[in-house]
């Protein structure tokens, strides 16, 4: 048994042709959907997915069981400036073969420089990017080239749903997000702006729940200066540390001390690290070693509620929620955490 996948938005179908001839669907079974027969194959749709890696196991129960799995990779590229309509109708055009969108397709595989529009495109990340006076560090052809890189490889996986895209586009981002340190010169204060879009793409939202009196911060070193986000809904790159604080409006809460946090991350061949507190950093510094695990709690916690949290890890997608001093992560795995949500959360 082989299975096939499709995907459109959020949405994975699965299509396979009958084991030993059995067209019978009820002997099929596929988790969260049901299987049906459309003309010679079986098929199954999971709607609605999350973006991220999802295992799909398709099992076939007859008289000699067989089970196939598939990755259905729900994948959104929030450095583009276009909406679901326009990158379904991109792909629909081209599938038709209808002009001038198949023509441009051609182009965009055939003639665009350097690799960029290629899966096998290897990015030229550099700590810093500048130009003009004061002096700047340079390299912006590497980082232009790789913002583009990034783009037309998402675009080439809108159109061909081939995972190779997606991994370039994430790759090629990540690996600016690991290096990046300083955006100087002339346009220091716009450059760095455009790096957080164009660049820094393979962002997350880090979203925080209402508890009366307090709000997370997230904090990011995109360049010399550290750029905070005190929203209920900020967006940065995942990189090699964390910062993480509460702010505590002191006309919300009358009389209790401020709420403090406490955590602690598993680093890339240097195993757990001390819990440390409120913005101070967790993780290491220049050595571009990935997070693999984090705990979270609470301190001085007059509000009687908790800390829900959850990560996104490389391959396996969400995890589940939990609470309080509890490790979110995969265990003897080596796998990179890409995205974290932290709510505060009442009893």
Same mark, same amino acid.
């Given at each position: 048994?082989?299975?096939?996948?499709?995907?459109?938005?959020?949405?994975?179908?699965?299509?396979?042709?009958?084991?030993?001839?059995?067209? &019978?669907?009820?002997?099929?079974?596929?988790?969260?959907?049901? $299987?049906?027969?459309?003309?010679?194959?079986?098929?199954?749709?999971?709607? &609605?997915?999350?973006?991220?890696? *999802?295992?799909?196991?398709?099992?076939?129960?007859?008289?000699?069981?067989?089970?196939?799995?598939?990755?259905?990779?729900?994948?959104? *590229? @929030?450095?583009?400036?276009?909406?679901?309509?326009?990158? @379904?109708?991109?792909?629909? *055009?081209?599938?038709?073969?209808?002009?001038?969108?198949?023509?441009?397709?051609?182009?965009?595989?055939?003639? =665009?420089?350097?690799?960029?529009?290629?899966?096998?495109?290897?990015?030229?990340?550099?700590?810093? $990017?500048?130009?003009?006076?004061?002096?700047? *560090?340079?390299?912006?052809?590497? +980082?232009?080239? /790789? %913002?583009?890189?990034?783009? +037309?490889?998402?675009?080439?996986?809108?159109?061909?749903?081939?995972? #190779?895209?997606?991994?370039?586009?994430?790759?090629?981002?990540?690996?600016? %997000?690991?290096?990046?340190?300083?955006?100087?010169?002339?346009?220091?204060?716009?450059? %760095?702006?455009?790096?957080?879009?164009?660049?820094?793409?393979?962002? !997350?939202?880090?979203?925080? /729940? %209402?508890?009366?009196?307090?709000? +997370? =911060?997230?904090?990011?070193?995109?360049?010399? &200066?550290?750029?905070?986000?005190?929203?209920?809904?900020?967006?940065?790159?995942?990189?090699?540390?964390?910062?993480?604080?509460?702010?505590?409006?002191?006309?919300?809460?009358?009389?209790? #001390?401020?709420?403090?946090?406490?955590?602690?991350?598993?680093?890339?061949?240097?195993?757990?690290?001390?819990?440390?507190?409120?913005? $101070?950093?967790?993780? @290491? #510094?220049?050595?571009?070693?990935?997070?693999?695990?984090?705990? !979270?709690?609470?301190?001085?916690?007059?509000?009687?509620?908790?800390?829900?949290?959850?990560?996104?890890?490389?391959?396996?997608?969400?995890?589940?929620?939990?609470?309080?001093?509890?490790?979110?992560?995969?265990?003897?795995?080596?796998?990179?955490?890409?995205?974290?949500? !932290?709510?505060?959360?009442?009893?």
């Amino acid at each position: 048994m082989e299975v096939m996948q499709e995907v459109d938005g959020n949405n994975v179908t699965l299509f396979w042709y009958p084991v030993n001839g059995d067209r &019978n669907p009820v002997n099929y079974e596929v988790q969260e959907a049901i $299987v049906s027969l459309e003309g010679e194959l079986l098929t199954a749709q999971l709607n &609605n997915l999350e973006i991220g890696a *999802h295992k799909i196991q398709v099992n076939y129960k007859g008289s000699v069981p067989k089970t196939d799995e598939v990755l259905g990779i729900i994948f959104q *590229h @929030t450095g583009i400036s276009h909406s679901q309509e326009e990158l @379904t109708a991109m792909k629909e *055009h081209i599938a038709k073969k209808e002009e001038p969108w198949y023509s441009d397709y051609q182009k965009l595989k055939s003639t =665009v420089s350097d690799q960029m529009s290629s899966w096998e495109f290897t990015p030229n990340a550099q700590e810093g $990017v500048g130009i003009g006076t004061p002096e700047g *560090h340079g390299n912006i052809v590497s +980082f232009e080239q /790789s %913002a583009n890189a990034a783009y +037309f490889n998402a675009l080439q996986w809108v159109i061909t749903g081939e995972d #190779k895209y997606t991994n370039t586009a994430v790759e090629v981002l990540n690996a600016w %997000a690991n290096q990046l340190k300083i955006v100087d010169g002339r346009d220091r204060i716009l450059g %760095a702006a455009i790096s957080s879009y164009e660049v820094i793409g393979s962002s !997350i939202e880090l979203s925080a /729940s %209402a508890v009366p009196g307090y709000q +997370f =911060v997230y904090w990011l070193d995109v360049t010399t &200066n550290k750029v905070i986000c005190e929203a209920t809904t900020c967006k940065f790159t995942l990189t090699d540390d964390i910062e993480i604080r509460t702010i505590y409006e002191e006309d919300a809460i009358p009389g209790q #001390k401020p709420l403090s946090i406490s955590y602690r991350t598993h680093v890339q061949n240097e195993g757990w690290q001390e819990f440390v507190a409120d913005g $101070v950093m967790s993780g @290491t #510094k220049g050595k571009s070693l990935r997070l693999e695990g984090i705990e !979270i709690c609470l301190d001085n916690n007059a509000i009687g509620g908790s800390v829900e949290y959850r990560t996104h890890v490389q391959n396996e997608g969400w995890q589940d929620w939990v609470r309080d001093d509890t490790m979110s992560s995969t265990t003897g795995k080596n796998l990179r955490l890409e995205a974290i949500e !932290i709510h505060l959360v009442k009893r």
